[in-house]
């Protein structure tokens, strides 16, 4: 068992930065891939980035040059860094953790934190 949780949302100016941080407690948290996703209101909840065992990274064309993703497994800890924030970044982000392959599919995520809300104002 993995529990998750996200910190680091607030309210923004579109252009500044934010940092998420998804903090893990439980097992051994360098044995499982973590992803990122976020969730507008009304809208599906859509893939951000992941970050796999080894460290390689995947991201969404949308964030792909503004946002990184990195871990810090001593820490049991994986960090979203937003720069260049748009309003259409405003969403609840959410940080999960699998075992195996690192994935865009939520579905196959097994632990998911609470949700940290991003909100970028024009």
Request: glycine share 10%; charged share 15%; net charge positive.
């Amino acid at each position: 068992q993995v529990q998750l949780v996200e910190s680091g949302g607030g309210l923004v100016q579109a252009g500044g930065s934010l940092r998420l941080s998804c903090a893990a407690s439980g097992r051994t948290f360098s044995n499982y891939a973590v992803g990122w996703f976020r969730q507008a209101p009304g809208k599906e909840r859509e893939f951000v980035a992941t970050i796999s065992r080894i460290v390689t990274t995947s991201y969404a064309d949308s964030v792909k040059g503004r946002f990184a993703i990195s871990r810090d497994n001593a820490k049991n800890t994986v960090y979203l860094q937003m720069n260049n924030l748009k309003p259409e970044d405003t969403a609840v982000y959410y940080c999960a953790a699998r075992q195996g392959p690192s994935s865009i599919n939520s579905y196959l995520y097994d632990y998911w934190g609470q949700g940290t809300q991003v909100t970028v104002s024009s």
